[in-house]
């Protein structure tokens, strides 16, 4: 493949936007050498878990998006409602037709993914786990999205909101999303969760705020990369059949 870059501006580039990480924040935008890489509108799709549409989830995304625009990233937050999402039915209707049989914002949210670069998923604790919501949300959205795979290469990361404790435990399991749909996982400084039980304390919760702010300079500085690699023709290459291994016979 051709590549659209030269090597030395795309070294340029990426030593930029690290040197900009490195700083507390992406200049990659402002800079000359990296106005004819970074061209393409690069949108975040923010995932809210919590029934309540603008409570403390929603308090902790709107952090890490202010970060993502102020890095030229588009933001969207998608809230999924208060009312109830249903779990996958194992019925394999999906397998077909590239689509779940219940058509709820499951498929709305498969079809949207399509068109945005990175995404983040957010949630309170109940229980020391991710909200019911999501969690049937996001197994459906996986699963029926498998062969389109809307969402392979993308970066993602997960954030979740909580009282006082539960908070790992939640985080673990939205994190499992990631790995095994081939999304490179996002980082921050520290865990992404914050602390509170109403709006106001959680920006109170100064820590978990930078924590936010943090990951949104890591989304913008990895889909910045993502670009750049794929100007100079960089692109992953898989096997093209996937093998499984059953050993319960």
């Given at each position: 493949?051709?590549?659209?870059?030269s090597?030395?501006?795309?070294?340029?580039?990426?030593?930029?936007?690290?040197?900009?990480?490195s700083?507390?924040?992406?200049?990659?935008?402002?800079?000359?050498?990296?106005?004819?890489?970074?061209?393409?509108?690069?949108k975040?799709?923010?995932?809210?878990?919590?029934?309540?549409?603008?409570g403390?989830?929603?308090t902790?995304?709107?952090?890490?998006?202010?970060?993502?625009?102020?890095?030229?990233?588009?933001?969207?937050?998608?809230?999924?409602?208060?009312?109830?999402?249903?779990?996958?039915?194992?019925?394999?209707?999906?397998?077909?037709?590239?689509k779940?049989?219940?058509?709820d914002?499951?498929?709305?949210?498969?079809?949207?993914?399509?068109?945005?670069?990175g995404?983040?998923?957010?949630?309170?604790?109940?229980?020391?786990?991710?909200?019911?919501?999501?969690?049937?949300?996001?197994?459906?959205?996986?699963?029926?999205?498998?062969n389109?795979?809307?969402?392979?290469?993308?970066?993602?990361?997960?954030?979740?909101?909580?009282r006082?404790?539960?908070?790992?435990a939640a985080?673990?399991?939205?994190?499992?999303?990631?790995?095994?749909?081939?999304?490179?996982?996002?980082?921050?400084?520290?865990?992404?969760?914050?602390?509170?039980?109403?709006?106001?304390?959680?920006?109170q919760?100064?820590?978990?705020?930078q924590?936010?702010?943090?990951?949104?300079?890591?989304?913008?500085?990895?889909?910045?990369?993502?670009e750049?690699?794929?100007?100079a023709?960089?692109?992953p290459?898989?096997?093209?059949?996937?093998?499984?291994?059953?050993?319960?016979?």
């Open positions: 493949m051709k590549n659209n870059i090597r030395r501006d795309l070294i340029k580039s990426i030593s930029i936007a690290y040197v900009g990480l700083t507390g924040g992406l200049s990659v935008m402002s800079c000359k050498d990296s106005n004819n890489i970074f061209n393409k509108n690069m975040v799709l923010l995932l809210n878990g919590s029934p309540r549409e603008k403390c989830t929603f902790a995304l709107t952090e890490v998006a202010s970060e993502l625009k102020k890095n030229s990233i588009e933001t969207e937050i998608y809230w999924l409602g208060n009312e109830p999402i249903a779990g996958c039915k194992a019925c394999s209707f999906c397998k077909n037709n590239d779940c049989v219940i058509n914002k499951v498929n709305t949210f498969v079809e949207k993914a399509e068109q945005f670069d995404f983040v998923f957010g949630s309170p604790v109940h229980y020391a786990s991710a909200s019911g919501t999501i969690t049937s949300f996001l197994d459906r959205v996986f699963y029926c999205s498998s389109k795979k809307p969402f392979a290469t993308k970066p993602g990361s997960a954030i979740v909101s909580c006082r404790a539960g908070s790992t985080l673990d399991q939205l994190n499992k999303y990631f790995p095994i749909n081939n999304m490179p996982q996002v980082p921050s400084q520290y865990w992404c969760m914050v602390h509170g039980n109403t709006p106001d304390e959680v920006k919760d100064l820590e978990g705020l924590i936010m702010r943090t990951l949104g300079i890591n989304m913008a500085w990895i889909l910045k990369c993502i750049a690699g794929k100007k023709g960089i692109v290459k898989y096997e093209s059949e996937r093998q499984r291994t059953n050993f319960v016979r």
